[in-house]
């Protein structure tokens, strides 16, 4: 067995114990192995496992990874997790099933555009700076809700939110005010959690987790 599928099932043996634990009114999320900058040796295993979501950081490398597989495993589900540039959106359109981080609306207005000239219907999640942090990306969350209602009026479809909390900090309260910016919004979607914090996420009604380094090792 191929080290990624082993920690896979240790992922999917941890969640379903949180669940148990919480007599299973927990929502199973859907696991994105983040795979940026690992191989593609690495990541077929997983492939043939029947895993079908990934993540990237890079529209350029996804393009250059993920072209060819994407044609001969048509259930993959492509997520873009980086920062989106407005002149990349065009390229990320053509390999991505879900974009994460969407935080202001000329790039909606963007994807938009670009997504209809492929007829594609791609997934978004609006990113939000939950931590109000200067060096990060995302919308603050004083002016989400003017950002929802933008992209519902150009019929974009956006699923939920997304976010990455601060650094060094604990992110319970963080991903609770996520849940409930969230259910306020009425979005059924929510993406958060990664390798060092999945399992308190998903007790925050995450359904889409970024796990790299715990399914593909530390990267280099």
């Known amino acids: 067995m191929h080290y990624s599928i082993y ?31 690992v191989e593609v040796e690495n990541i077929k295993p997983l492939i043939d496992h029947g895993h079908i979501h990934f993540g990237e950081n890079k529209v350029q490398e996804a393009l250059d990874k993920w072209f060819n597989f994407k044609n001969q495993y048509k259930k993959i589900k492509l997520h873009m997790l980086g920062k989106l540039q407005s002149n990349k959106v065009k390229f990320a359109v053509k390999i991505f099933d879900f974009i994460h981080s969407v935080d202001n609306e000329k790039l909606a207005k963007k994807i938009l555009d670009e997504q209809n000239k492929f007829k594609k219907n791609i997934k978004i999640f609006l990113q939000v700076n939950i931590g109000n942090e200067n060096q990060k990306s995302g919308i603050h969350k004083d002016n989400l809700n003017q950002l929802v209602s933008y992209c519902k009026r150009i019929n974009l479809n956006v699923i939920g939110l997304m976010c990455i ?56």
């Open 7 to 37: 920690n896979l099932n240790l992922i999917k043996e941890e969640i379903n114990n949180l669940k148990i634990k919480n007599d299973n009114k927990i929502v199973f999320p859907e696991i994105i192995a983040v795979s940026k900058t």
């Open 165 to 220: 909390p601060p650094a060094n900090n604990d992110p319970e309260s963080y991903f609770q005010e996520m849940k409930e910016l969230n259910k306020s919004l009425g979005f059924s979607d929510l993406s958060m959690g990664m390798s060092s914090d999945f399992l308190l996420a998903t007790k925050y009604s995450s359904t889409y987790i970024r796990v790299g380094s715990k399914i593909f090792g530390q990267r280099n």
